[in-house]
């Protein structure tokens, strides 16, 4: 208790020395602050970048010139261009490269639904699981009802539109029929799973793709139109096609790799930037942090009297903790509260001249704020990574105060080493 009392007796007793000490740590804390904020949003900006920009690769089969005769009256031809199918053997041997999450096969084809003597175009999406997909990896499609398509689906499983199966008074494990476009095969299916889409009107069904497969007609079974490949992150796009283009076991002359990380590329560029400087910025406000309040303490020392008196040093220490810790708690409230602005205004002059470029949004609400997010892929988060309106978060605030206390014992150690050493010279 008499320690708390003489800490705000010294306090009191010394207002220019405590409001100097204050203005010294406010703009350390700030700086620190700032530094710990750039580096928080650049790690959240990198993450957000992944997810939104999207690490698919997709292998198709090239397009093969074909010249067919105009007429059968005329010796006229004409050139159409024909793509053939990509063979399940050569899927299975890309899957089986590094950094690969996910893999998919897609086979689409439009078809009949025969709804109770109703009938309906629609276009039958055969798939080796429907969350793989783009329309539900970003959240266009989401599944309210039952399952999806996987592994487990049975060969008659589809998913259906949960408006259109409400139009027609269906739910899940009833069936229906579904005719092929040219009329010569007919499948009854049964509904495991209903799913809900952003885009109205949603006239798409998801089954397996040996469903689709049958009901198109065309191609080996052991073939599909495409498939896709979802990796750990889009900075592996290139190392796996590069990779994947050097497999002989494949023929590219007759197939593909489309996937382009140049989108991720461009964001990268701004984000590590602002993460080092962030990291310098903490850096550099330490030793300039450490030094000031070193100079400053030392300055103080120098005007008390009585400082060769051990019972002076003890008092002396007491009052270094008046001029740091006080200090350090104020300035840190201080700067809690004009650090989320200066951070703003710093990561929106880094960001800005490359994000703007590839996202058509606002680079600050790209770095800080999932919702506002609109991708190449269209893809909106549902949570924001970084609340501009607010406060620091708390873990970052307790690494300013921690680094901020990290200079001071540095300081003070110091200053005690220099005290005792100056008792034992005069001694």
Same mark, same amino acid.
């Given at each position: 208790?008499?320690?708390?009392?003489?800490?705000?007796?010294?306090?009191?007793?010394?207002?220019?020395?405590?409001?100097?000490?204050?203005?010294?740590?406010?703009? /350390?804390?700030?700086?620190?602050?700032?530094?710990?904020?750039?580096?928080?949003?650049?790690?959240?900006?990198?993450?957000?970048?992944?997810?939104?920009?999207?690490?698919?690769?997709?292998?198709?089969?090239?397009?093969?010139?074909?010249?067919?005769?105009?007429?059968?009256?005329?010796?006229?031809?004409?050139?159409?261009?024909?793509?053939?199918?990509?063979?399940?053997?050569?899927?299975?041997?890309?899957?089986?490269?590094?950094?690969?999450?996910?893999?998919?096969f897609v086979v689409s084809t439009p078809a009949i639904a025969n709804f109770s003597n109703t009938l309906q175009d629609i276009t039958v999406t055969g798939v080796l699981s429907?969350?793989?997909?783009?329309?539900?990896?970003?959240?266009?499609?989401?599944? &309210?009802?039952?399952?999806? /398509?996987?592994?487990?689906?049975?060969?008659?499983?589809?998913?259906?539109?949960?408006?259109?199966?409400?139009?027609?008074?269906?739910?899940?494990?009833?069936?229906?029929?579904?005719?092929?476009?040219?009329?010569?095969?007919?499948?009854? &299916?049964?509904?495991?799973?209903?799913?809900?889409?952003?885009?109205?009107?949603?006239?798409?069904?998801?089954?397996?793709?040996?469903?689709?497969?049958?009901?198109?007609?065309?191609?080996?079974?052991?073939?599909?139109?495409?498939?896709?490949?979802?990796?750990?992150?889009?900075?592996?796009?290139?190392?796996?096609?590069?990779?994947?283009?050097?497999?002989?076991?494949?023929?590219?002359?007759?197939?593909?790799?489309?996937?382009?990380?140049?989108?991720?590329?461009?964001?990268?560029?701004?984000?590590?930037?602002?993460?080092?400087?962030?990291?310098?910025?903490?850096?550099?406000?330490?030793?300039?942090?450490?030094?000031?309040?070193?100079?400053?303490?030392?300055?103080?020392?120098?005007?008390?009297?009585?400082?060769?008196?051990?019972?002076?040093?003890?008092?002396?220490?007491?009052?270094?903790?008046?001029? /740091?810790?006080?200090?350090?708690?104020?300035?840190?409230?201080?700067?809690?509260?004009?650090?989320?602005?200066?951070?703003?205004?710093?990561?929106?002059?880094?960001?800005?001249? &490359? /994000?703007?470029?590839?996202?058509?949004?606002?680079?600050?609400?790209?770095?800080?704020?999932?919702?506002?997010?609109?991708?190449?892929?269209?893809?909106?988060?549902?949570?924001?990574?970084?609340?501009?309106?607010?406060?620091?978060?708390?873990? @970052? @605030?307790?690494?300013?105060?921690?680094?901020?206390?990290?200079?001071?014992?540095?300081?003070?150690?110091?200053?005690?080493?220099?005290?005792?050493?100056?008792?034992?010279?005069?001694?």
């Amino acid at each position: 208790m008499n320690f708390v009392k003489s800490f705000f007796k010294n306090t009191i007793s010394t207002p220019v020395r405590f409001i100097l000490s204050t203005l010294v740590w406010i703009v /350390i804390c700030t700086l620190l602050l700032i530094g710990l904020s750039l580096q928080h949003v650049a790690d959240n900006a990198s993450s957000n970048a992944k997810k939104s920009i999207g690490s698919t690769v997709t292998l198709i089969a090239k397009q093969k010139k074909v010249t067919e005769a105009a007429s059968t009256n005329t010796n006229e031809t004409i050139s159409l261009f024909k793509s053939s199918d990509v063979k399940i053997s050569d899927v299975k041997k890309l899957a089986e490269l590094k950094h690969l999450n996910t893999y998919n096969f897609v086979v689409s084809t439009p078809a009949i639904a025969n709804f109770s003597n109703t009938l309906q175009d629609i276009t039958v999406t055969g798939v080796l699981s429907n969350a793989a997909t783009e329309d539900f990896s970003n959240g266009t499609h989401t599944i &309210v009802n039952g399952t999806g /398509i996987s592994s487990d689906t049975a060969s008659n499983g589809v998913v259906l539109e949960k408006n259109m199966a409400a139009s027609h008074h269906l739910k899940v494990g009833e069936t229906f029929e579904l005719l092929s476009d040219h009329g010569d095969t007919l499948k009854k &299916v049964t509904i495991t799973g209903l799913y809900t889409s952003k885009n109205e009107n949603s006239s798409k069904i998801y089954a397996p793709y040996q469903l689709a497969k049958s009901l198109k007609g065309q191609g080996s079974k052991a073939t599909v139109d495409l498939a896709t490949f979802t990796l750990d992150g889009p900075q592996y796009i290139a190392d796996f096609k590069e990779t994947a283009e050097q497999m002989e076991t494949i023929d590219w002359d007759k197939n593909t790799l489309i996937g382009d990380d140049s989108a991720y590329q461009q964001l990268t560029g701004p984000i590590s930037d602002m993460h080092a400087l962030g990291e310098k910025l903490v850096f550099r406000t330490l030793i300039i942090g450490f030094l000031l309040i070193l100079l400053l303490q030392l300055t103080f020392l120098y005007y008390r009297k009585k400082q060769t008196d051990t019972h002076t040093h003890i008092t002396g220490f007491k009052r270094l903790l008046s001029d /740091i810790l006080l200090p350090i708690i104020i300035a840190l409230l201080i700067a809690s509260m004009s650090a989320t602005s200066l951070t703003k205004i710093i990561a929106e002059h880094s960001a800005s001249p &490359v /994000i703007s470029k590839v996202e058509q949004v606002s680079p600050i609400a790209f770095l800080f704020d999932h919702t506002q997010q609109a991708s190449i892929q269209s893809v909106s988060a549902t949570q924001p990574a970084f609340n501009l309106t607010s406060f620091p978060s708390l873990e @970052l @605030l307790f690494k300013t105060f921690g680094l901020a206390l990290f200079i001071s014992i540095i300081a003070v150690s110091i200053i005690i080493f220099i005290l005792y050493r100056q008792k034992k010279t005069i001694n």
